[in-house]
């Protein structure tokens, strides 16, 4: 039985609904009104082998999740996006990487059994009396292995690259507004989908199918609960002492970055690594509090019918709390953490902030958000769109679907497809030399403002277009059509989060340490972003040397900085 | 007024600051002062009392919708949190300290942010939550 949300979150639910009837259509063997596949009978497990993670074995319910097209469609969306025209090598799909998630979410399962029994034995007693602890232990690996299976189901097509246009659709903003204030964390558009995906009545019908097929035939059954497995998803579990369930999944140390971390490096013939095994030998189960100051969490619990015990006299910080177990290292793995962190930097600044990663997947997010200016003229709400993206995946480039008939941006589509990159024209960091530093300074920090974002790209991008017109009459009149045909954006990515790190500790129940007290991390993200994050003006090659002298305009006009000093130090190189 | 790039005749309204538009406006207030950095607790902290403090002429709007997440032993913003890791980077603020416990705003840059128009409703806001600022950010006022 599936908790009732529909009332109290009704985008969440329509978003759900809206994924069923695509599921039901696209895939009627599947899941339409008689579907006959899973066609048994059913093997109790089979084993797959991983590049980066050797022979592991999936269970008869895991198999039923991954032989589906909920799944199988991950087989076609590459995990890094169109990062492959920088690392040729750079061709795993999502697919490969969701196993891997399963694979490491259990191992890690696996060492905190191992290492913390006691406490392993203590939860089960106080969440689940009266059940044998054993069976309780399998239940909890069963739901997360299935939770890190489905973790990724809602990307489209190369992935980051379509959740930029998530969020320009209202339905996917309002329920990552719903979802937040239903597990008590921001959450945003890509995670609303797969936990959606997770809560369909297509999951649960195939389920209820492969159990009813391997009941009787000698396969042990333990039952799982998909409602704890769709809260996994997104970091929370149906029970405060299980919080670290969630946090295996979702959170700073989570098996989503052991395994992408190694696996877009690995990939892309980057030497970067981190010590699993110490990882593994020092991870921990720590006692903390969650505190739950506007009942979110109170709320979170009750709609699956827990009542876990409130401490409503209120922490040291005036706020009633629950105690809950969440994921820690011990003080030996400090070092391990160090290079999880190191490792995610370098992969920003080697994969996802390079260059021609960042023109590549600039003009496939264009594309994509033409092709939903098109749908939207004709016709199409929220909830064609979101199935729209269902459907989609990285072959949808070769498709009709992108024959939009309108030579500019049908261009881009070519271009794309045979790498015909733009040129990153001019470039800046907050360390660029500057007279007016304070201005550069000004202008950046500005840029931090999401409701500004948009705005001032906008705005610098109407100035530069503005003096290239007069350059190049032939682009027409228009400032968006002339942006478009000279292949011109103000590119402006988003930095690597670090943002929690000041709660992650590291040690045991009789101390612990914040990592920040050990790494000067502060000093390191300030490094990183200052040298290596760069503000860009990309342009098609045709149009390089006008738009140079465009963009100098548009910097004048905008930042407010005019020093040819400046203007030397942000031009890039064509040389 | 003038916010960077969007300049505009008007002064700024209560309906239209942004959590960014507080921060810088909070941060000028502070003069020279050193600010916790490292420990963003005083941070998440002063803004889930103005957010649930009662309505009063000039409170931002977006404070009523600013979120925060349940997932600590304090409510924790990250829009915030990015905000002022966002400020640091930049070159905003400078940490004049090896262990980056706590920062101080760039002057040249106060100067930038203190030409804001801002209606006086709004102000007097402003005013009382950087008397709370003085008392709960300041490293050492506590």
Known sequence: MRADLAEQYPKLEEITLTIDDFFASEYPTYFGPNPKHPYGPLKKSKVIHDSLWGTNGFDWRELAIIDSPILQRLRDIHQTGLAYFVYPCAHHMRFEHSLGVCVMASRVFDALQRQEEKKFQKIAREVMPGEEHLKVFARWRSELRLAALLHDTGHSLHSHTSEVVYSEIPLLREGAEELSEFVGMRKGTGEVLSFCISRTLAIRGLMKRVHDKVNGSG??????????????????????????????????????????????????????????????????????????????????????????????????????????????????????????????????????????????????????????????????????????FLRMTDHALDKD?????????????????????????????????????????????????????????????????????????????????????????????????????????????????AITTIFPISSWIQAYITYRYHIRIFSFSEYVADVEEAAMHACKVELRIDDSDFCSAITVSRA | MQTWGLQTEEAMRAEDMSLGDFVQQILVQLNDNKLYFKD????????YRFKTAPDQKGKP????????????????SQELSEYLHGLHWTGCLSAPNS????????????????????????????NVAGDAARRELVVNAR
């Open chain 1, 401 to 513: 679907i992108f024959d939009l008939g309108e030579p500019d941006i049908d261009e881009y589509r070519q271009r794309v497809t045979t790498r015909l990159l733009p040129r990153a024209v001019v470039a800046f960091t907050p360390k660029t030399v500057c007279p007016e530093e304070a201005k550069l300074n000004a202008f950046m920090s500005e840029l931090q403002k999401p409701e500004k974002l948009n705005l001032l790209k906008e705005r610098f991008e109407a100035a530069l277009a503005t003096r290239l017109m007069e350059l190049r009459p032939e682009l027409g009149t228009d400032i968006e059509g002339s942006l478009t045909r000279a292949g011109v954006w103000f590119d402006a990515p988003k930095p690597p989060k670090f943002d929690k790190l000041e709660d992650l500790f590291v040690g045991d129940d009789s101390g612990q340490i």
């Open chain 1, 219 to 388: 396969i042990e059954d333990d039952e799982i609960d998909l409602d704890n497995v769709s809260l996994l998803i997104v970091g929370r579990s149906k029970h405060p002492q299980l919080q670290f369930l969630g946090d295996i999944v979702s959170s700073d140390l989570d098996a989503d970055k052991l395994d992408y971390l190694l696996r877009d490096a690995t990939a892309a013939g980057l030497p970067l690594r981190y010590d699993l095994e110490r990882y593994l030998y020092t991870v921990r189960l720590s006692e903390k509090q969650m505190a739950d100051g506007q009942d979110m969490l109170q709320k979170l619990y009750g709609a699956f019918g827990v009542r876990p015990p409130r401490e409503d006299h209120n922490n040291e910080l005036g706020y009633p709390f629950y105690l809950s177990y969440r994921l820690q290292l011990l003080r030996q793995a400090a070092s391990t953490i160090e290079q999880i962190i190191i490792c995610k930097f370098m992969l920003f600044s080697y994969i996802y902030h390079h260059k021609k990663v960042r023109a590549a997947e600039g003009m496939l997010a264009r594309l994509i958000q033409r092709r939903v200016r098109k749908w939207r003229d004709d016709g199409k709400g929220d909830a064609a769109l979101i199935t729209e």
């Open chain 2, 40 to 47: 963003e607790r005083p941070w998440h902290e002063f803004f």
């Open chain 2, 99 to 126: 262990a980056y416990d706590s920062f101080t705003l760039k002057s040249d840059v106060r100067e930038i942010w203190q030409n804001t128009e801002i209606e006086p409703e709004l102000r007097e806001f402003l």
């Open chain 2, 61 to 76: 709007r977006f404070l009523k919708a600013l979120f925060f997440d349940w997932n600590g032993p304090y409510p924790r």
